[in-house]
């Protein structure tokens, strides 16, 4: 089952300016992209972007994102399998 990566844009306001949770991902699960949208030929203010997960089955739960992350902005949860 493919995990749920919960981002907090309230704590990371600038990812662009970090990259600590996609630079230490082994399996390059986490993407920075805009909430806007494409906009051709104009500038995005930075804080229009956020961490998203874009390659989901890759994720192993390693956790290192959550870990490494200095304002608890990720959460990575598995679904618990019925029984
Ligand atoms: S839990 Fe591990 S594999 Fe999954 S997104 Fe975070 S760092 Fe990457
Ligand atoms: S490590 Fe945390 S603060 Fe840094 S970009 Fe990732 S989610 Fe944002």
Request: with cysteine.
């Amino acid at each position: 089952m493919l995990p749920t990566i919960v981002f907090d844009e309230k704590k990371c306001d600038d990812p662009l300016s970090c990259r600590k949770c996609l630079l230490i991902c082994p399996s390059h699960v986490l993407g920075v992209v805009t909430k806007v949208g494409p906009r051709k030929y104009q500038e995005i203010d930075r804080h229009f972007f956020i961490v998203a997960g874009v390659r989901f089955d890759r994720c192993t739960g390693c956790m290192e994102c959550v870990e490494i992350c200095p304002k608890g902005a990720l959460k990575v949860n598995f679904p618990v399998e019925a029984k």
